[in-house]
């Protein structure tokens, strides 16, 4: 059961326009401090992030199925032969809390994530990241665009920025040329 708090940012989100998986992004948030703070545990980063965003479907924030890994795969279907209410049996409920208790921690430390989120972006085409970042920055807003920017400039390096003085100072000697 999602607490009210991560249903209040979802709907704040909402209001906002942000993408349903920013929306559903608070439950995963949730889960993760959960296994962080040992309520149970999960095998993986993936199970970790699945179960977060089976409680945001669950709460009935529209987030996309899973796309197909391969061209000739289709996704899973559920059988027809379910019941019409949703709701979980008691003692379902109870086996899989039970079966995550037994679940180790290690799946929501800081490396399981950084290496998930590496592979997850390493799937998807620059197209993608560049309409992510685009919409992204749509639904900013001004003044958190602003703190973007200056955060941004300030954790440049000192390396990159000389790196980037150098490139300007070419273009601007390549331009006096054609002139």
């Not at 796309?67 to 008691?90: D, I, L, N, V």
């Amino acid at each position: 059961m999602p607490s009210k708090t991560a249903l209040a940012r979802a709907r704040k989100d909402q209001r906002e326009g942000k993408a349903a998986s920013t929306q559903a992004g608070e439950f995963v948030r949730e889960e993760i401090e959960h296994i962080r703070e040992g309520k149970h545990g999960a095998r993986s980063a993936s199970q970790a992030i699945a179960i977060g965003l089976s409680e945001a479907r669950r709460a009935g924030i529209k987030v996309p199925a899973k796309k197909a890994a391969a061209a000739g795969k289709s996704a899973r279907k559920k059988p027809a032969s379910r019941k019409a209410s949703s709701e979980t049996s008691a003692t379902r409920s109870r086996a899989a809390l039970k079966a995550l208790k037994r679940e180790g921690t290690e799946a929501a430390s800081k490396k399981a994530l950084s290496r998930h989120a590496s592979k997850a972006a390493a799937k998807r085409t620059p197209a993608e990241r560049s309409s992510a970042a685009k919409k992204a920055a749509k639904t900013k807003g001004p003044t958190v665009r602003k703190a973007a920017a200056k955060k941004a400039a300030a954790h440049r390096s000192a390396a990159s920025r000389s790196a980037a003085a150098t490139r300007a100072a070419r273009t601007r000697a390549m331009r006096a040329r054609t002139r």
